[in-house]
T-cell receptor, first 113, second 113 residues
Framework: EPEVTQTPSHQVTQMGQEVILRCVPISNHLYFYWYRQILGQKVEFLVSFYNNEISEKSEIFDDQFSVERPDGSNFTLKIRSTKLEDSAMYFC???????????FGQGTRLTVV | ELKVEQNPLFLSMQEGKNYTIYCNYSTTSDRLYWYRQDPGKSLESLFVLLSNGAVKQEGRLMASLDTKARLSTLHITAAVHDLSATYFCAGIPRGGGADGLTFGKGTHLIIQP
């Protein structure tokens, strides 16, 4: 069964460093998303990506964040100059169309120390 | 801005009992989703509800949507321990294309033997 895959599963980084979280969406999906979940809290939308550009972003997704689809399969989230409060589980998701559900990857647990 | 409120946030129940989780949302939403999350795991899509009066059932779970009341429910019939998890509802504001999901805080469900 096709699934969204994310790497790494756990990333520890020092405050101020840059990290890149990687995702391989399901191959025939057109919509791609990043969400984050701070431990014990709700899932928060960061950004959606369609047709090779950002279609929507939340207030959380400021200049510190960027996304890229560098080739036909990968979808990355870059976080520059990480802060302690960036520690969270980051989920990538993809969807086939507007009225279908988004399928979530297993997540990358980012720990900023 | 869409706000999604779930209640209860925590529910402990016995096997064999029935219960309902409620999801209210603040503005018109194109569609309503229910997800399940096991501890430390990703989000598993349960239901997508696209129109007023939509009802979907899978095993012991049944979800419904009343767009006029801005309410969705997730009903659990004859609960079993395996259904212990956190359940999230999520919506997308009307007119959203690739817009991200707005999640509720989740209902942490524990089913005891």
């Amino acid at each position: 069964e096709p699934e969204v895959t994310q790497t790494p599963s756990h990333q520890v980084t020092q405050m101020g460093q840059e990290v890149i979280l990687r995702c391989v969406p399901i191959s025939n999906h057109l919509y791609f998303y990043w969400y984050r979940q701070i431990l014990g809290q709700k899932v928060e939308f960061l950004v959606s990506f369609y047709n090779n550009e950002i279609s929507e972003k939340s207030e959380i997704f400021d200049d510190q964040f960027s996304v890229e689809r560098p080739d036909g399969s990968n979808f990355t989230l870059k976080i520059r100059s990480t802060k302690l409060e960036d520690s969270a589980m980051y989920f990538c998701a993809s969807g086939q169309g507007m009225n279908t559900e988004a399928f979530f990857g297993q997540g990358t647990r980012l720990t900023v120390v | 801005e869409l706000k999604v409120e779930q209640n209860p946030l925590f529910l402990s129940m016995q096997e064999g009992k029935n219960y309902t989780i409620y999801c209210n949302y603040s503005t018109t939403s194109d569609r309503l989703y229910w997800y399940r999350q096991d501890p430390g795991k990703s989000l598993e899509s349960l239901f997508v509800l696209l129109s007023n009066g939509a009802v979907k059932q899978e095993g012991r779970l049944m979800a419904s949507l009343d767009t006029k009341a801005r309410l969705s429910t997730l009903h659990i019939t004859a609960a079993v321990h395996d259904l212990s998890a956190t359940y999230f509802c999520a919506g997308i504001p009307r007119g959203g294309g690739a817009d991200g999901l707005t999640f509720g805080k989740g209902t942490h469900l524990i089913i005891q033997p």
